[in-house]
């Protein structure tokens, strides 16, 4: 296995998810992205796990767990929000704006 | 120590019975103000039985006189680490000078306030707090450590207060009770400072402790004996009405007559003199500060004496002469005469004492006479008496003893006291020359007590009546219980110069051999000044001279015939404005002390530091920032989730990077 290719893609991954955090206004697009970049991680996990012991491999099952019970979570919120505000774009929800 | 006899211990007594009364008198006014017979009957029969105790008491004093005070201790009152105080009573000689002077003279004042209040609404609350006053000057002569007796130095400002502003719907009465409680208040200073500077050197505040101790501890003339001696005399000027402190006696007399009589004549004002006696060895170590005491007595005999002549007001006449009769006390007890100091004292008691009981009874005819045919004129406006010995012959008999008793006319008592103290001025003046100008202040003040005590009698008793033609047939003489009490005080103002005649009479000085035990240790530091029999008849010839020249003076100078009415009076102008005006003393505190301090209080201390300061930058100042802090919180939470997280990832990379550097 080439372990750099494999950081390398998981580092651009990693970049396209923060990048879409930050530059996208819907709150699905953005909910995806955090995927990506748990993704991105688990990726750079498994690589390492290579070189490293079967540790990484582990932890990847618990991302997968969290990342399972953070969609169920988080696409419920998205459903309230749209429910309640009938758009998903980000910059309409700032109730919390000090 | 000697035995304490069993009567002594009765002295609780003395001071509870008044307190009694107080007690009594209090409730009286509160349930039941209109039961007049049984308030005079509480009121008076307190004093009368007070005095008769203190008659036991000092008889037995007389019997076998203490060579040191018995000391009566009642109860622990403030034991706080080397801090121990007692309530504790003390009887000596001295006290039992005052015990006399003070019950004796409040049972008469209390006896003639029956007359003298009768009709007041205000009877049951008057005489609760002349009781009470009685209790607290009781508590202050018989104390045995300085703060039992600053309890009764406070007590008796406290009901100075309350009688001075007893008519108090009128707001210059209320305002005059103020201005006295103020000016002792400045005078208390002194006492408390004295009282720690006492406590620091000495380790204790008992009378006994500290004047066995002083010798020990201080040195004569050093500089702590001199300022607790100073700051005890400032309290002393604020009490005694001394200068500089001495305006508010004569604002005093907005109270009731009696009062004025018996606070501010006989006993509360002679609080100081009684202090510095008490603490002659202080006094007599510091010489600076006896010379000042002396001085600052000289200058207030002479200075009360010279408004004295000018005023028109008879009560205010009789309160200057009161200024400056105390003015001759400080003199005495200045010059290390402590028996002749309380020699004044117990003298002026009486013929003070009866000088405004006079006056009262004459200010109260004038006053019905006005209030019968509801003229407003003023009932104590010398201008608006004369004649009026034909309407009250036996209070016009009577004023007169006080008066020629105040004048110093052998041989009423107030010629040997005052000419006790000149004597010894005199005497001491071959140490130094300072000490003839006090004698000759002094004497001056002699010589216009003379004259304004004839301006007032020749211009309230003689000479054509202008009261007015209707009001004449109002005048009348005061009836018996107001004129009795008259009667004895005016024994005692004739007589009571028995008790100490001048060495070379019969007799020889008995009062300053009975009070040798209190002031020989004072006696130690004094060069005794001898005078030659020569001397010592020469300046009683002078003083008799003196009251004399005074007399005939006034007598010849003042027109009584063609004084007009206070209403058509004319303006006094020059000299004579200016005394009648006090030196303007009062316009002066205002405009040096009064005005600075009230400006200084509202733009200064209110407006600037409270209201600006501590208000405006210390309370809200804080509460500004933390909002400040706030707004600039806030302004980070947008409230838009992608600057949260632009703000998160740039952390991030901050975090990573020390991290990973590290």
């Known amino acids: 296995m080439l372990l750099g290719p494999a950081l390398a893609v998981s580092a651009i991954l990693f970049s396209l998810g923060v990048a879409g955090v930050l530059l996208r206004r819907n709150a699905i697009i953005i909910f995806m992205c955090v995927e990506l970049m748990l993704n991105a991680a688990n990726l750079a996990f498994v690589a390492l796990a290579q070189q490293l012991g079967p540790d990484g491999q582990v932890i990847v099952f618990f991302v997968m767990a969290v990342a399972a019970a953070e969609a169920a979570v988080g696409l419920a919120i998205v459903l309230a929000i749209y429910r309640h505000k009938q758009t998903l774009d980000i910059q309409n929800l700032n109730l919390l704006r000090g | ?662």
């Not at chain 2, 015990?99 to 003298?116: D, E, P």
């Not at chain 2, 010379?291 to 007595?297: Q, T």
């Not at chain 2, 240790?521 to 030659?532: A, F, K, T």
């Open chain 2, 1 to 662: 120590m000697n035995q304490i006899p069993s009567a002594v211990a009765w002295t609780w007594l003395i001071v509870a019975l008044p307190l009694a009364g107080f007690v009594v008198n209090g409730a009286f006014s509160f349930f039941a103000p209109n039961a007049k017979r049984a308030i005079s009957a509480v009121g008076v029969g307190v004093l009368v039985a007070a005095f008769a105790v203190a008659v036991v008491v000092v008889r037995a004093v007389g019997a076998a006189p203490p060579e040191e005070p018995w000391i009566l201790t009642y109860w622990s009152w403030m034991p706080a680490g080397s801090l121990q105080l007692d309530f504790a009573l003390q009887v000596d000689q001295l006290s039992a000078v005052m015990l006399m002077v003070v019950t004796g003279v409040s049972a008469m004042i209390h006896i003639y306030s029956v007359g003298y209040m009768g009709e007041d609404p205000g009877y049951a609350r008057y005489f609760a707090y002349l009781n009470l006053f009685v209790f607290f000057m009781l508590v202050l002569v018989l104390g045995a450590n300085f703060p039992v007796m600053f309890v009764g130095w406070e007590g008796v400002g406290l009901c100075s207060y309350l009688l001075i502003g007893f008519w108090y719907e009128d707001k210059v009465n209320a305002d005059a009770g103020k201005k006295a409680f103020i000016m002792n208040r400045i005078g208390d200073f002194g006492f408390l400072v004295a009282m720690f500077l006492i406590f620091q050197t000495t380790g204790s505040l008992d009378f006994r402790e500290v004047f066995a101790a002083a010798p020990a501890i201080f040195e004569v003339g050093g500089a702590t004996i001199t300022l607790i001696t100073l700051a005890l005399f400032l309290g002393c000027t604020g009490k005694s009405a001394q200068i500089p402190l001495y305006t508010w006696l004569p604002d005093a007399m907005a109270g009731p007559t009696p009062v004025s009589a018996l606070i501010h004549a006989a006993t509360m004002v002679t609080a100081g003199v009684y202090l510095v006696a008490r603490a002659n060895v202080l006094f007599a170590m510091a010489p600076i500060s006896s010379a000042v005491v002396a001085g600052v007595g000289a200058l207030t005999a002479l200075y009360a004496a010279t408004i004295a002549l000018k005023q028109w007001d008879i009560k205010k006449i009789i309160a200057y002469s009161t200024v400056s009769q105390l003015g001759y006390m400080f003199l005495g007890v200045g010059v290390g005469a402590y028996a002749s100091g309380i020699f004044h004292l117990a003298t002026h008691a009486f013929f003070k004492a009866l000088m405004f009981l006079a006056a009262g009874s004459v200010i109260q005819t004038l006053h019905h006479a006005y209030h019968a045919t509801g003229r407003h004129e003023d009932a104590q406006d010398l201008r608006n008496m004369g004649g009026l010995q034909r309407y009250l012959p036996w209070t016009a008999a009577l004023m007169w003893v006080g008066g020629l008793a105040n004048i110093g006319v052998p041989p009423l008592a107030g010629f040997f006291s005052k000419d006790d103290i000149l004597a010894r001025t005199f005497a001491r003046g071959h140490e130094a020359p300072l000490f003839y100008l006090f004698w000759a202040l002094g004497a001056v003040g002699a010589l216009l007590t003379a004259f304004y005590m004839t301006r007032l009698m020749a211009y309230a008793f003689h000479g054509p009546n202008r009261t007015g033609e209707r009001e004449r047939e109002h005048l009348h003489e005061a009836p018996w219980v107001m004129t009795g009490p008259l009667v004895v005080l005016a024994l005692g103002a004739v007589a009571a110069g028995a008790i100490n005649l001048p060495a070379v009479l019969p007799g020889h000085e008995w009062l300053a051999r009975w009070l040798e035990p209190v002031t020989f240790m004072g006696g130690l530091y004094l060069v005794e000044g001898q005078l030659g029999a020569a001397t010592e008849w020469t300046l009683l010839a002078l003083a008799a001279g003196i009251a004399a020249i005074g007399m005939i003076g006034a007598w010849q100078l003042l027109k009584p015939a063609v004084l007009k009415p206070a209403r058509e009076a004319p303006a006094e102008t020059g000299i004579q404005r200016v005394l009648l005006r006090k030196y303007y003393v009062d316009e002066i505190y205002d405009t040096l002390l009064v005005r600075p301090l009230a400006w200084l209080s509202d733009r200064v201390l209110w407006k600037t530091i409270d209201a600006f300061i501590i208000d405006g930058v210390a309370v809200n100042g804080v509460a500004r920032v933390a909002r400040l802090v706030g707004w600039v919180g806030s302004r980070l939470q947008t409230g838009q989730v992608g600057t949260y997280v632009v703000i998160f990832v740039l952390g991030t990379i901050v975090l990573l990077r020390a991290l990973l550097r590290s």
